[in-house]
């Protein structure tokens, strides 16, 4: 597609369930990024993936959560035993990531409620 | 460690007035600086990006400054429209990841 596509853009569970975020980037971009936006704060960083390195998990907030990037293009973010402090936008971008100039493009999100 | 501020955080403007919104961060040392819209509910749009060798950009109304030695960057909108209202971010790249802003919230009254 033309941008960074998330699925779903809304999911509502249960806390204690289990939940899984999907991101597609751009066609081409090998830098590939996670961020947690939540009710009336910034955006917090939590996940980086560039090309075949190892990713920059050290905004993950606990071992609760956990992504993946298969093939080098979709991700998955994986929240285990959600809690209700979870709740929030989970932002996904992409940038080219030619060294650390590129500019970075967002999708629309996938916002998730913890009941 | 590296903070981004953005004054003022929130900004309500009669249309057609040309206003400026501040990013200031404490470290010099980015490779760049992105600025960005927001809409409610949306994600964001990326607005213009400013390499650490540049010192502005423009792109239609919108001209972004960045000045690296002291930490700052403006975003100048010219001739306001009610469709600009949105929450404005900006972000700078110190590596591998961006570090934003709180965002100010722009409003533009008919």
């Known amino acids: 597609g033309a941008g960074v596509s998330q699925s779903p853009s809304n999911k509502v569970t249960e806390k204690g369930k289990d939940v899984e975020l999907r991101c597609d980037p751009i066609?081409?971009?090998?830098?590939l990024y996670w961020y947690r936006q939540s009710l009336g704060q910034g955006l917090e960083f939590l996940i980086y993936f560039q090309g075949n390195s190892a990713p920059d998990k050290s905004g993950l907030p606990s071992d609760r959560f956990s992504a993946e990037r298969t093939g080098g293009s979709v991700s998955t973010l994986t929240i285990q035993r959600t809690q209700q402090e979870d709740s929030a936008v989970y932002l996904c971008a992409s940038s080219t990531g030619t060294g650390w100039t590129g500019e970075l493009f967002f999708g629309e999100g996938s916002r998730l409620t913890v009941l | 460690k590296q903070e981004v501020t953005q004054i003022p955080a929130a900004l309500s403007v009669p249309e057609g007035e040309n206003l400026v919104l501040n990013c200031s961060f404490t470290d010099s040392a980015i490779y760049n600086l992105q600025w960005f819209r927001q809409d409610p509910g949306k994600g964001l749009t990326s607005l213009l990006l400013i390499q650490s060798s540049q010192r502005e950009q423009t792109s239609g109304r919108l001209n972004a400054s960045l000045d690296k030695s002291s930490g700052r960057s403006t975003l100048y909108i010219a001739a306001s429209q009610p469709g600009d209202s949105a929450t404005y971010l900006c972000?700078?790249?110190?590596?591998?990841?961006?570090?934003f802003g709180q965002g100010t919230e722009l409003s533009v009254k008919p």
């Open positions: 066609s081409g971009h090998t830098a």
């Open positions: 972000a700078v790249r110190p590596g591998g990841k961006l570090i």
